[in-house]
């Protein structure tokens, strides 16, 4: 089956099939393994180039693909809005054409998540969604890997994220859940539930894998759950909206009360970071016991490391 994802981009997990995304699961296990193996490092990035276009900030995504890629002895090239035309003098269409032609593989890390599939659909090499406004699958990749080294496969597992449900992160975990079987309560206010749109897009990858996903703005519904899960309440190119959120997600933040709510003491905490603490989380829950955040961020660069192994033939 990997031999079937060379060549791939990914943009999201909607063009994966179950059996790929746990394929992938797999390897990054293997990977994580691998790297804390003394003598275990390999060069099966020896002689390819990645470029890692970024309109973006990032920390955990930059870093992922660039000690992932390198550590196998590739050329990582990092490009941010101020070095390239992307979209600006020059199309994205014409950027993509160009940077095919030169690197192996290319990270776009941005806004637009047209702008992702121009990229995937001009330069002829694997693309990587390293995050969009629409969706962030590296990133879900490495939360169900979290959640699987807690509590084994995540085919019947309790999920709830709490907070902007339609922001890129919730809408990830979303499709990941729905395909591999994990049941997911999305509990956000009634204005930031996610769009009927992608939920009838999950409904029947939901069906087929067993998954229940479920929308909802009762915190009621963290009882019995594995993992409880939130992000910011403004995502980045949303700061003059944070007053706003605030006022809409106060009652929505994840403190030492609302974990106690799943009846569970081993229920963990996910956050992909980075958190404001005292705002969409309680500092005692993202530093306690429950956390899981930390190991999510090194779970990036193993899941990610997966990804570019498979698509790119070199596993």
């Not at 992160?169 to 997911?184: M, P």
């Not at 995502?235 to 709510?261: C, F, H, I, N």
């Not at 193993?302 to 033939?313: D, F, N, P």
């Amino acid at each position: 089956m990997s031999a079937a994802m060379k060549g791939r981009s990914l943009l999201t997990w909607l063009d994966y099939s179950a059996g790929e995304i746990r394929l992938l699961l797999e390897m990054s296990k293997r990977a994580k393994a691998e790297s804390g193996a003394r003598g275990a490092a390999c060069a099966r990035f020896a002689g390819k180039t990645l470029a890692l276009l970024f309109e973006k900030r990032s920390t955990r995504t930059r870093c992922a693909f660039e000690t992932a890629f390198g550590e196998e002895g590739g050329h990582p090239v990092f490009l941010s809005s101020a070095d390239i035309q992307l979209g600006a003098k020059e199309s994205v269409e014409d950027t993509a054409r160009v940077l095919g032609r030169m690197f192996s593989a290319i990270q776009f890390r941005g806004f637009s998540q047209r702008a992702a599939e121009a990229l995937a659909e001009h330069s002829g090499v694997p693309v990587y969604n390293g995050l969009t406004d629409e969706f962030h699958p590296t990133q879900a990749l490495a939360d169900i890997m979290t959640l699987e080294e807690s509590f084994g496969d995540a085919r019947g597992r309790r999920v709830c994220y709490v907070g902007d449900g339609r922001n890129n992160v919730a809408s990830s975990l979303t499709v990941i859940c729905a395909k591999l079987g994990a049941s997911l309560d999305v509990i956000s206010p009634p204005g930031l539930l996610p769009s009927e749109a992608l939920l009838e897009r999950c409904a029947g990858p939901a069906r087929a894998s067993g998954a229940r996903i479920r929308a909802g703005s009762d915190l009621a519904a963290v009882e019995g759950a594995d993992a409880v899960y939130t992000d910011v309440w403004a995502s980045m190119g949303e700061e003059d909206q944070k007053a706003e959120r605030a006022a809409l997600l106060s009652p929505y933040r994840v403190d030492r009360a609302l974990m106690k709510r799943t009846g569970r003491a081993d229920s963990i905490f996910l956050h992909c970071l980075p958190a404001v603490k005292g705002e969409e989380v309680e500092a005692e829950v993202i530093d306690g016991p429950q956390s899981r955040a930390w190991d999510q961020a090194e779970n990036r660069k193993h899941t990610i490391k997966a990804i570019m192994l498979a698509t790119l033939g070199c596993e």
